[in-house]
């Protein structure tokens, strides 16, 4: 399906969140399935891709769900009707499983291991450094007034490609110095504007770290 559509359906996505956001920043998962849906609906000629991306997620949901995992009543990971993700975007029922296919799908599930500890650490540290520094400074209500007056945050111009294209595509766009790509479709403008309360300015510091 065409990377044009899914970025149509992107930005359709993205009209919908800001819809639905309350002034507390909020977004109720119910609203925003309901407000995506009715724009998706008003662009008959997305229905095709719409359709193949509900597969694309019944699909993912399938197979995450035949993952092999421990069984109670055997105490094993063996099933027959499990699947082994090769990658590559081939899969294989455990019955059917090679030695080589085993081995491939041993090295696929360690990959993803680590790529998914690497980034819960990150993701923890992250968290960890905000809270001292929200303690630090405690006129910071929200997040963005800590990054940007504590951390001195700055929006690039490019930094809301990682939102639109896989990893494959943003590490190839980059290494050629190319921005956002031109997209030749019509989307209807939302129907409502985004409203969020302005939090009060703050000036904060943090603590450098290994001072604390």
């Not at 899914?6 to 996505?13: E, F, P």
């Not at 291991?113 to 809270?131: C, F, G, N, S, W």
């Not at 504007?193 to 770290?209: K, S, V, Y």
Request: neutral net charge; hydrophobic residues 35%.
């Amino acid at each position: 399906m065409s990377n044009d559509f899914d970025a149509v359906l992107r930005k359709l996505a993205l009209e919908a969140a800001e819809e639905v956001t309350a002034d507390n920043g909020r977004i109720h998962l119910a609203e925003f399935h309901a407000s995506l849906d009715g724009r998706i609906r008003q662009i008959p000629e997305l229905y095709d891709a719409a359709i193949y991306k509900t597969a694309q997620s019944v699909a993912r949901d399938f197979g995450e769900r035949r993952s092999p995992r421990r069984h109670r009543k055997t105490g094993g990971l063996y099933h027959p009707k499990s699947i082994l993700r090769l990658g590559q975007g081939i899969w294989v029922w455990m019955k059917d499983a090679t030695p080589t296919d085993t081995t491939q799908w041993a090295s696929v599930s360690s990959r993803n291991t680590v790529r998914v500890i690497a980034a819960e650490a990150e993701k923890q540290q992250y968290a960890l450094d905000r809270t001292d520094a929200f303690r630090e400074n405690p006129t910071c209500g929200r997040l963005a007034q800590l990054e940007e007056n504590v951390f001195h945050y700055q929006q690039g111009t490019l930094d809301d490609l990682a939102f639109d294209e896989p990893q494959s595509a943003r590490t190839r766009r980059r290494s050629i110095g190319l921005g956002d790509a031109e997209q030749g479709f019509s989307i209807p403008p939302a129907t409502a504007r985004l409203h969020l309360q302005i939090p009060a300015p703050c000036t904060g510091h943090r603590t450098p770290t290994g001072l604390k």
